[in-house]
């Protein structure tokens, strides 16, 4: 389906309709402030949203070009199918129970944040009772764990099926190979970007409708930065669900792993890499599971966490700082607008991971392959470079004070110490664990 939507998009009859999708954000946003509303912080998080929204296409188109590639010969084919079998039927298997889990686990936050008292001096007192409050913290929590399956299962769902293209583009384009590898994770990621982004931004934009509704009056100020405490169930409920994806996949692959070692290796001397060795097929399926579908829910756990804890502390600062309403509402939002630059900036340098077309082993002109991870780092730098650029207007904009006008500039600082220092750490990495460096070289030669 996904396939057949990517083909009819990539017509020339749809060439409009594709680059108008592109204007889905800014049209969709100037609509919203126009005949919905109009306050800042309901502008930013619905434009966070649109953004979400547009980059969840987007993923699907990328994954529709990654599809619409040769699978390989038939043997190449019975190799992959038993792997994409057993990593989706493992999924559902443990997913299902995963779900069952998470269901009850959300019935007993309601119990528990049901019979606590109300939160002394909290504004929310006014708009929810501690029983709405109870049921919003646990279907935020469903939701969250909702958004980390399905993160996780684009994950593993992706795998599968590029690795196999993949590997029928190795034999005849380097490039070809290295760009559907690096597209197929860039999918995941994307989509687990948006996602977080989307679930967060939604459930504020609920509970921001809902204190309109229930305002006593048109000078009532909603009591935003609340919001993020409230709603702190979706990244409870991602992390459940990662926590349990990458336990279950790793000790499946574990023992699968040893299983291939002991049984078709030791006793019935089958390489262990061979897929004769039934054991082999379902190494490769805890792979998948656990590092592939596992990882994407621990990302999305991790992004999901990190930008409700950021929202809860600039609301927490903005408050102590006395700020007005529109100044507090871009210190509250402004990881999501992060994410959301984070979103632009990665997917543009997705299309900066190329090199020479052709295959050195079979044109002598060809000269030496590009390293892969020169490569890499190429689209990683293209990031750095756009992240410091958009980083310094998101904080202009939405960290500025009237009273302080320089304070911006000292948040731009510190992010700027956060891009150095992620650069910092695939420097060091890199310099201790790539081959053409003195610490692995010592290795080799002490060996």
């Known amino acids: 389906m996904i396939l057949e939507w990517y083909r009819r998009v990539e017509t020339k009859e749809l060439t409009a309709v594709k680059y108008g999708a592109l204007a889905f954000a800014p049209v969709s946003l100037l609509a919203f402030t126009m005949f919905i509303s109009n306050t800042m912080a309901n502008t930013i998080a619905f434009f966070a949203f649109a953004v979400s929204c547009t980059f969840i296409i987007f993923s699907i188109w990328l ?103 993949v590997a029928a583009a190795a ?114 399926v805890g792979d998948n599971v656990g590092d ?34 529109e100044t507090k509402s871009g210190f509250i939002l402004f990881p999501l607008m992060v994410h959301s630059l984070d979103l632009l900036v990665s997917t543009i340098a997705v299309f900066f991971v190329y090199t020479k077309p052709g295959h050195p082993l079979m044109d002598a002109t060809y000269g030496e392959p590009e390293d892969p991870l020169n490569v890499l780092k190429r689209g990683y730098y293209v990031s750095l470079g756009l992240a410091m650029g958009g980083l310094f207007f998101i904080c202009r904009w939405f960290l500025y004070i009237e009273s302080l006008p320089s304070a911006y500039l000292y948040f731009y600082m510190c992010s700027l110490v956060g891009v150095v220092v992620s650069f910092l750490f695939v420097a060091i990495t890199q310099h201790y664990t790539d081959y053409n460096f003195p610490p692995v070289q010592s290795i080799a030669a002490s060996s």
Not at 306 to 316: P, T, Y
Request: glycine share 10%.
């Open 292 to 325: 592939c579908a596992g990882q994407c829910a621990d990302l999305f756990e991790s992004i999901s966490a990190e930008i409700l804890a950021a929202m809860i502390l600039g609301g927490a600062m903005a408050g102590h700082a006395g700020l007005d309403f």
């Open 63 to 165: 994954l529709g070009s990654i599809l619409d590639n040769n699978t390989g010969t038939k043997a190449m084919q019975e190799v992959a199918d038993p792997i994409r079998e057993g990593s989706e039927g493992f999924f559902m298997t443990q997913y299902g129970t995963i779900f069952k889990l998470s269901f009850v686990c959300s019935i007993v936050l309601f119990f528990i944040y049901s019979v606590r008292e109300p939160i002394a001096g909290s504004e929310l007192n006014h708009y929810f009772s501690i029983t709405a409050m109870a049921f919003i913290t646990a279907i935020s929590f469903l939701i969250g764990a909702v958004c980390s399956a399905i993160a996780g299962y684009a994950g593993i769902w992706v795998s599968v099926r590029a690795n196999l293209r």
């Open 171 to 284: 034999r005849n384009d380097y490039n070809k190979a290295l760009q559907l590898c690096f597209r197929g994770g860039a999918f995941a990621a994307i989509i687990n970007v948006a996602l977080a982004i989307f679930g967060i931004s939604l459930l504020f934009l609920l509970l921001s409708f809902h204190f309109y509704l229930t305002a006593k009056s048109n000078d009532t100020v909603p009591p935003i930065q609340e919001i993020p405490v409230l709603i702190v169930g979706f990244g409870f409920g991602a992390s459940f669900v990662a926590m349990f994806a990458q336990l279950g996949g790793g000790i499946f692959t574990k023992a699968a792993d040893v299983g291939a070692d002991l049984i078709g290796k030791v006793e019935n001397s089958i390489p262990e890499d061979d897929p004769r060795n039934p054991a082999t097929i379902a190494d490769l």
